[in-house]
């Protein structure tokens, strides 16, 4: 059984940090790339970043240059550093791991597990 466990939510102000972790137990952690995604109340959920096998990460323009995603291999761990937080940034974030090499990261169907999500509000 497959689990992902998102932590590290809460209240910040802007311009402000969290850091988020993804625990993943029941999978070969290091031959699932990463995801990470949010969804604020009445959008759709959205792409933020995601890192793969080999450690290459790639971001959602909306983000780049403030958050950075990293995993531990040796943890079953993924991360989500945010910095310089938005208020635009409030939204429940997920990870998602996935194991196939076909599909666009940036969209939720390619992504085989997704955790339960974690809340994130930003204080204008």
């Known amino acids: 059984q497959v689990h992902l466990v998102e932590s590290g939510g809460g209240l910040a102000q802007a311009g402000g940090s969290l850091r988020l972790s993804c625990a993943a137990s029941g999978v070969s952690f290091s031959w699932y790339a990463m995801g990470w995604f949010r969804q604020a109340p009445g959008k759709e959920r959205e792409f933020v970043g995601a890192i793969d096998w080999t450690g290459g990460d790639r971001y959602h323009d909306s983000v780049k240059g403030r958050f950075t995603i990293a995993r531990d291999n040796a943890k079953n761990m993924a991360y989500l550093q945010m910095n310089s937080l938005k208020f635009e940034d409030t939204a429940v974030y997920y990870c998602?791991?996935?194991?196939?090499?076909?599909?666009?990261?940036?969209?939720?169907?390619?992504?085989?597990?997704w955790g339960q999500g974690t809340q994130v509000t930003v204080s204008a």
């Open positions: 998602a791991a996935r194991n196939r090499l076909s599909g666009s990261y940036y969209y939720t169907a390619p992504y085989d597990y």
